[in-house]
Structure formats: structure tokens, C-alpha cells
């Protein structure tokens, strides 16, 4: 047997250690001889094997000719290691040496092929059971070397393999258990490994989301104390961290799954409804995530039902759920932000999906935008299909869009058969509203009002299972901001979920309201921005229907512009005229993050094929195929870690506003 190991590493030694250390270490060595059971035979191989070291080294003539010999393997390159050739009947006592040397995962494997037949020893003899005892020793050492290197799959493995190698040979109970009870332990740091591997290693996933329910079923359920070697504390700081390794379907499967004897799995499921039905565009997600939260008969959840209810445009619905179930507190908030109930219902619901809902997924980014999402077209066909005549949303009134605002009432005028702000569309009376130019000025509006401060957060909710699940306070902005946010989402509601008017009766007739200048608002004067190149003539996008070329020109100007902007540079472009506020802010957000870690980011980004799937005059829906790489940077602009490459596909959507098309929002295309 070859042990891959020299003379100076056996006998704990190195090239530098005079001969009187050398021969202090053999006698040390052979006078704390292992005491875990091993037979006399294999402590005298041990022996043998240490003095042969020693008398090799002892020779001064015979070790200069080794070291030139391990100095000329060494210059041969990695793949040449210096090992010892161990007669078969000493091979125990080397692979003990080659365990207690650290080389524990070498001293396994070599034991592990021992035993396997031919090679298997006598059934019965004293050499089968030093093997025996000898993997178990080194599984178990090997074991801890691969965890402390964060390597818990590759550590369970061998744990595995360990246990069934004992088994086979029916010894050492004791041993096998420790390894049962190491391999349990490696549970949690194993769905760890696992979840956050890629998303296209599909089978290591898997067996991942296996772990975790075994885990989850020991404990008794989320809420369950089953697992003493997991307390409460831990396993939520545990599973907090699992939550960002899962995708949306992922967590809506698991939940579902676990929601029967839990009332915390429910509540997630919801929310994982919730954020998927808000960010694919899929409202019955959303309503079966409003009949789980009715179902579970928790108290204090009216706001949220208030929330799912103005989602799926019941806006009656929302009215009253959010006035039978808002505490005080949060109705004086409320009161704060606007005089109208729906604007209100707008702001709270924004804030609820930024922090509770959207955040948390793997394979999920997507905006609180109320606008966008009520643009959709699947969405607006879910509320014409489920829309009741008592849940329809409210025609405007000549109050409407006056709310805490100082906006002049709307005033009744002859329609106009060239469009307005109004546009008669068929017999029953539809009214379709347009409104572009409230919704641009209304933007400024709020791009002048960032938010001031923060409420206090409010108590968590009672839910049996104390994971943190806080019921906390929308953001605190100043009252006109917040109004302003809640009017872009109040007006999306309102323009793109069809407005219906009673039929009109005798002596009515049907008005067309006039577009009433946006009130005046402290607005602060737009940061100085550099002139457009006159090499990008096409920029702004200003066509009333762009091609397929000149969507892809206006993606590629962003891409390249937020590719400048993470490199620490100025985009050659105003981002304003590229993009909505949303997505700058999320820019300026991932900058900043950066700016405080003192790195930068160095990304190229190549658009393979564009499709536009939906378009009409105001809305742009584009599949697009991305080849993408990333490299971080330090301050000093050396790279950290190792570049990001990989092949995306995204959903982008464009909106036309004042005249020019922006980018309004992204996600990963199903």
C-alpha cells in the first residue's frame, strides 16, 4: 500500500528539526500510542513504521538525498505527491499514522478499499476489526474537517458512507451511532448547501427541499419543539435564512403543504400568493391567498384582507375590512396621508407589499408599482370577469380627485368627440380614462417629496408561532408625498380598471370631464444632467408605436446607463428620460449599497432577441433574452471573487408617459 504522505510529515517533523528534536518527537510518539481499541499488532506496525522514519532521517547522508528527492517532486508540478510504499502487514499501523497526521479523508478512503472484497481480511480477525475501527475513526475525523471547510454536503457523504460500511460489517455500534448523530446535525447546514446552489441544479434542490420538510416534521411543524437540538430562537434564524435560498413556488408549495397543522405555514403561503400573484401578473393567486387569510380565522388581519381586496379591484370590499380592522393608530396614519378612503386603502397597500410581501424570494424583483399592475391586461380581464355590480369601482365624482390636494373640482362639459380625459366607448356607457398627464405631473410631484422619517412600528401579530411576522407601520413620509404616491395609484386604479357609469336617466345626460391643471407644488429644480450626444438622435423615445429596433435601442441605452452608474460613472444619457422614478431608485439604492461597501461593479450585458408579446397606446410587454456577466471590484479595483456569467430571460415592460416611453418595470419571464 502506497500512503500519500513523506517521512517528515509521518513522524510529525519538518525539514528544519534538529536530530535531537527528531529523536525526542519519535519517543513522545511511541510513548502516546492511540488507546481507542486497537490491537497490539497494529501498535506495533505503528511503531515499526515511526522508527524507520526516524532512522531515516537520523542519517545525515540518507536525508540530504531525500530532501533533493522531494525538492525535484515538488518542482514536477501538483499532480506528483510524495508517499511511502507499507508492507500489507503494516498497512493499519500506517493508515493510524495517516490519520493522526490530519490526513483523515486519505486514511478512509484507503481503509474503505481495504475492506471492500478481494482485499476483504477474515471474517472475524483481528486485522478486519482495526480496519473497522479505524474507518469509523476517520470517517468521523474527516467528517469534522469538511465541515469546518463549509463542505456539508461532501461532510454528510462521508458520514453516509461511514454508516454503511459499518453496517455491512455488524461491529461497532457505538461508533455507528456517533456517525447517526453527526449526520443529524449536518441537517440544517445541509438544506443550507443545497437551496442555495444554482437554480439549475435541479436534483442537489430537490433532495434540499427534502431535508428541510424532514426537518420541519421532526419538529412537530414550524411552530413544533420537537428537535432539542434546535430551539425556537435558532430555527427561526434558521429558516429566515432558508426563505431567501426559495424560489416563490417553492415557498407557496411548501407552505401549502405544511399550512394544514400550522398556522404561521398559512399565513406564509398567503404571502407567498400574494407576491406571486402581484408580480406575474396573476390575481387568482391573489384571491386564493385572500381565502386562506378568511379561512384561518386569525385576529387582526382586516388590514391585510383590506389590502388583497383593493388588488383584486373590490374596492368596497377593501373600504370596509379596512375600517372594521385598522387600529387607531393606524387609521390616524391613514388620515395623514389623505382625506379619501381609496387613497389611503392605495398608500397602505403600496408600503404593505414593499416590506412584507415582495421582499424574501430568490428568483423575484419586483416593484409595489399599483400602476403597472393594474395595467396589465390579464389583470384588468380577472376584475371585468369577478367585477359585480356592487364591487364595481366608483365613477368619478366631481370630489374624487380633489382630495387633500387643493385640486379644483371637476366640472361637467360637452362631450368631445375627439377624446379628453374621457372618451364615450360604446351603447352601455364605458368611460375609459386617460390620465397621462396627471400621472407625469403627479410623478414630479412625489420625486420632490423622498420620505422624512419613520413610524413607530406596530405590536406583532399574534400568531401562535413567534417568527417574527411583525405587523409593522407603512413608512412615514410628509403628507403630501405620501398623498402624491397614493394618487399615482389612485389614478392607475381609476384609469386603467375601467371606470363604469350608472346608465343615464331621463334628464341625464353623459359628461366628459376637462383635464384641470395639476395643483402647484414646491418642487425642487431637477439636478443638472449633461446633454444627450448627438449620436443618440432616436432618445428620447417619443413614437407613438415603436418597432421591435427601437425598444431594443431603448433597453440597450438603460442597460448601458446602469452598467455606468454601478461603475461609478455618469451615464451619457439622463436616466429620466430611459426609465420611471421606480427603477431609478432602485439603481440609486444598489449604488449606494455599494458606494458603502467601497466596491464597484463592471457589467456587460448583450440582448440576444427581443419579442414584444403585448402593446397598445400606452403599455409595452417585451420577452427578452440576455447574455450577462458581472465582476465586483474593490476599492482599489481588484476583483472579488470570481466573475458572474449566465444567460437570462426577462420580461420588460414599457410605458408611455408625457409623450416619451419609459421602462416601468422587470421580472423574470415564466
Not at 456517533?178 to 449536518?186: A, P, V
Not at 414646491?522 to 432616436?538: F, G, L, N
Amino acid at each position: 500500500m502506497e500512503l500519500p504522505i513523506d517521512h517528515f510529515r509521518l513522524l510529525g517533523v519538518n525539514p528544519t528539526t534538529d536530530l535531537q528534536s527528531l529523536l525526542r518527537t519519535l519517543q513522545q510518539r511511541i510513548d502516546r500510542a492511540p488507546d481507542q481499541g486497537f490491537t497490539q499488532e497494529t501498535l506495533l506496525a505503528r511503531e515499526e513504521l515511526l522508527r524507520t522514519s526516524a532512522d531515516l532521517l537520523s542519517d545525515s547522508s540518507r536525508r540530504q538525498a531525500y530532501e533533493s528527492d522531494l525538492t525535484a517532486l515538488a518542482g514536477s508540478g501538483p499532480a506528483l505527491m510524495p508517499a511511502l510504499d507499507v508492507p500489507t502487514s503494516k498497512e493499519v499501523g500506517g493508515l493510524l499514522l495517516l490519520l493522526e497526521a490530519g490526513q483523515a479523508f486519505e486514511s478512509f478512503e484507503l481503509a474503505c478499499r481495504a475492506l471492500q472484497p478481494p482485499q476483504t481480511p477474515a471474517l472475524g480477525s483481528t486485522r478486519e476489526s482495526d480496519l473497522a475501527l479505524l474507518a469509523g475513526l476517520a470517517c468521523l475525523a474527516a467528517a469534522v474537517d469538511l465541515r469546518q471547510q463549509r463542505r456539508y454536503e461532501a461532510a454528510a457523504q462521508t458520514l453516509q458512507q461511514g454508516q454503511h460500511l459499518l453496517q455491512r460489517m455488524g461491529q461497532l455500534p457505538a461508533i455507528r451511532q456517533q456517525l447517526n448523530d453527526e449526520l443529524d446535525g449536518l441537517r440544517p447546514y445541509r438544506v443550507l448547501d443545497l437551496l442555495s446552489r444554482n437554480l439549475t441544479a435541479q436534483a442537489e434542490r430537490a433532495e434540499g427541499l427534502t431535508l428541510l420538510e424532514e426537518l420541519v416534521a421532526r419538529r412537530g411543524g414550524l411552530e413544533g419543539f420537537g428537535d432539542p437540538s434546535m430551539g425556537p430562537e435558532e430555527f427561526q434564524a434558521f429558516f429566515k435564512q432558508i426563505r431567501a435560498f426559495l424560489t416563490v413556488q417553492e415557498q407557496v408549495d411548501l407552505f401549502s403543504r405544511w399550512a394544514g397543522a400550522s398556522a404561521a405555514a398559512d399565513f406564509l403561503a398567503s404571502t407567498a400568493l400574494t407576491a406571486s400573484g402581484f408580480a406575474q401578473r396573476k390575481p387568482e393567486r391573489i384571491a386564493a391567498a385572500r381565502e386562506r387569510l378568511e379561512a384561518s380565522g386569525q385576529d387582526g388581519l382586516q388590514p391585510l384582507l383590506a389590502c388583497l381586496h383593493l388588488l383584486l379591484g373590490q374596492v368596497d370590499k377593501a373600504r370596509s375590512a379596512f375600517e372594521q380592522g385598522a387600529t387607531p393608530e393606524l387609521k390616524r396614519w391613514a388620515e395623514q396621508q389623505s382625506s379619501d378612503s381609496l387613497a389611503q386603502l392605495c398608500a397602505y397597500c403600496r408600503d404593505w407589499l414593499a416590506r412584507d410581501v415582495l421582499p424574501g424570494y430568490r428568483d423575484l424583483e419586483a416593484d409595489p408599482d399599483l400602476e403597472a399592475y393594474f395595467a396589465d391586461r390579464d389583470v384588468q380581464a380577472y376584475v371585468e370577469q369577478h367585477d359585480s355590480p356592487p364591487e364595481r369601482l366608483p365613477a368619478p365624482a366631481e370630489s374624487d380627485f380633489a382630495w387633500d390636494m387643493g385640486l379644483a373640482p371637476v366640472s361637467a362639459a360637452p362631450a368631445n368627440p375627439s377624446g379628453g380625459f374621457l372618451e364615450q366607448e360604446d351603447e352601455d356607457e364605458q368611460w375609459d380614462w386617460d390620465g397621462t398627464a396627471w400621472l407625469d405631473s403627479l410623478r414630479d410631484a412625489w420625486d420632490s417629496h423622498g420620505p422624512s422619517s419613520w413610524m413607530e412600528r406596530m405590536p406583532q401579530w399574534q400568531l401562535p408561532w413567534q417568527c417574527q411576522l411583525s405587523r409593522q407601520w407603512p413608512s412615514r413620509r410628509t403628507t403630501t408625498g405620501v398623498a402624491v404616491a397614493a394618487g399615482v395609484a389612485l389614478l392607475a386604479i381609476a384609469s386603467f380598471v375601467r371606470l363604469r357609469s350608472p346608465a343615464p336617466g331621463p334628464g341625464r345626460t353623459p359628461i366628459a370631464v376637462q383635464p384641470v391643471a395639476p395643483p402647484a407644488l414646491p418642487i425642487k429644480p431637477p439636478p443638472p444632467v449633461k446633454a444627450t450626444p448627438a449620436a443618440e438622435p432616436s432618445l428620447p423615445l417619443r413614437e407613438e408605436a415603436p418597432s421591435e429596433a427601437q425598444v431594443q435601442a431603448l433597453l440597450e441605452a438603460w442597460l448601458d446607463a446602469k452598467a455606468a452608474i454601478l461603475a461609478g460613472k455618469d451615464s451619457r444619457i439622463p436616466l429620466e428620460v430611459l426609465a420611471r422614478p421606480s427603477q431609478l431608485d432602485r439603481l440609486a439604492s444598489e449604488r449606494d449599497a455599494d458606494q458603502a461597501r467601497g466596491e464597484t461593479q463592471t457589467i456587460s450585458t448583450d440582448i440576444t432577441n427581443l419579442v414584444i408579446n403585448e402593446r397598445d397606446a400606452n403599455r409595452i410587454a417585451a420577452t427578452v433574452g440576455l447574455s450577462y456577466t458581472d465582476q465586483r471590484l474593490n476599492a482599489k479595483g481588484d476583483p472579488q471573487g470570481e466573475p458572474s456569467k449566465m444567460e437570462l430571460r426577462n420580461l420588460y415592460v414599457f410605458g408611455r408617459d408625457g409623450g416619451i416611453w419609459r421602462l416601468v418595470s422587470f421580472q423574470k419571464a415564466p
